[in-house]
């Protein structure tokens, strides 16, 4: 999939990780105290991001920053998110916040990949 749509696959890993962490709480904790994933499984999740930046033509150095925005937003939203459940009525739902996260994340999306891409051998701006 990364091969057709890279920024397709970029969106589906952070969903997915996304509802690995409100499924998974305790993985936050652990990602805050370090200031970042160090397992396999995450160094993983790094490197087909990207990946999956460098086939949508997104030059090196800003693939790195984009990952480490679109991570730290991840966390951020999942955060909120896994809170318990209260009585507020004000309190946003958990429906509602994953919907914000993905809009959030494609708006994240699109200012990556349209500000950052490489120029093509002989392409005049």
């Known amino acids: 999939r990364v091969a057709r749509d890279p920024v397709g696959a970029i969106r589906t ?3 997915s990780s996304y509802d690995v962490l409100i ?3 305790g993985l936050m904790a652990a ?7 160090r397992g396999v499984n995450a160094q993983r ?6 990946e999956a930046f460098d086939r ?3 030059e090196p150095d800003r693939a790195r920053e984009g990952l480490r925005v679109l991570i730290v937003t ?3 939203f999942a955060a909120i998110t896994a809170r318990p459940d ?6 946003l739902g958990r429906t509602e916040l994953r919907r914000n996260y993905r809009n959030g994340l494609d708006w994240l999306l699109e200012g990556i990949t349209a500000g950052g891409r490489r120029r093509r051998p002989g392409a005049t701006r």
């Open 13 to 15: 890993l952070m969903l």
């Open 23 to 25: 499924a998974h709480p």
């Open 31 to 37: 990602y805050f105290d370090r200031q970042g994933a």
């Open 45 to 50: 999740l790094g490197a087909v991001t990207l």
């Open 56 to 58: 949508a033509g997104v």
């Open 74 to 76: 991840t966390m951020g």
């Open 86 to 91: 209260s009585a507020d009525p004000g309190r």
